[in-house]
Structures are given as C-alpha cells and as structure tokens.
Nanobody
Framework: QVQLVESGGGLVQPGGSRRLSCAASGSILSIYTMGWFRQAPGKQRELVASMTSGGNLNYADSVKGRFTISRDNAKNTVYLQMNSLKPEDTAVYYC??????????????WGQGTQVTVSS
C-alpha cells in the first residue's frame, strides 16, 4: 500500500506565506511525478504545481512567481512554498504522486487533502 500524508494547511492572512509538505510512504519502487492540486468550493480540482523526477516543473499561471515546488527524493517528500497568498488561493490542497510500487503497479495516488484558508 501507498500513503500520501499532507501537512501545513491552516489559516493565513492575505500577503502571508505557508509551506505545505507531503510525504509518500509504503511499498514504493520509484516516484516519477509529485505535485499539488487544489479545489475551491464550487470549482473543479486544478493543477497548482508539479515536478518530475528529472526536475521538470509545471505551474498554474495563477501561482507563477508566488509558489515554489520542491522535492526531497531521499525522503519521498514534496513541498509547496506559498508566498504572497491571496483570498482566491483558499482551497483544499491535494498532494499527488505518479509512482510504481514493488508489486509492479504504476498509477497516480492522492493524499487526503489539507485546507488552506486565506483571510483577514
């Protein structure tokens, strides 16, 4: 089994910063892509940022220049540093990883989500 456990969500004031973390554990053989999606009330889930094992980055236009994704491959952990937060960044943030397991399964896995609320 594979688990993705997120942490770091909470309430933050506009203009503030927050760092999310997501650690993958279980019978992991190799992780290809790790990233973050978010879903605001009444909206579809959208990609925020992703990073391949080779270091290729992808950001949503709405977060470019404000958010930074990084990975610690030794710890199977991905981070999302969020700066200059805006009320429209309020959402549940989901970690995801495309990986293969020791059992030979390759698929996308999701974390349980962590709420980020940007409000004064």
């Amino acid at each position: 089994q594979v688990q993705l456990v997120e942490s770091g969500g909470g309430l933050v004031q506009p203009g503030g910063s927050r760092r999310l973390s997501c650690a993958a554990s279980g019978s992991i053989l190799s992780i290809y892509t790790m990233g973050w999606f978010r879903q605001a009330p009444g909206k579809q889930r959208e990609l925020v940022a992703s990073m391949t094992s080779g270091g290729n980055l992808n950001y949503a236009d709405s977060v470019k220049g404000r958010f930074t994704i990084s990975r610690d491959n030794a710890k199977n952990t991905v981070y999302l540093q969020m700066n200059s937060l805006k009320p429209e960044d309020t959402a549940v943030y989901y970690c995801n990883a495309v990986l293969s397991t020791i059992q030979g399964i390759s698929q996308r896995y999701w974390g349980q989500g962590t709420q980020v609320t940007v409000s004064s």
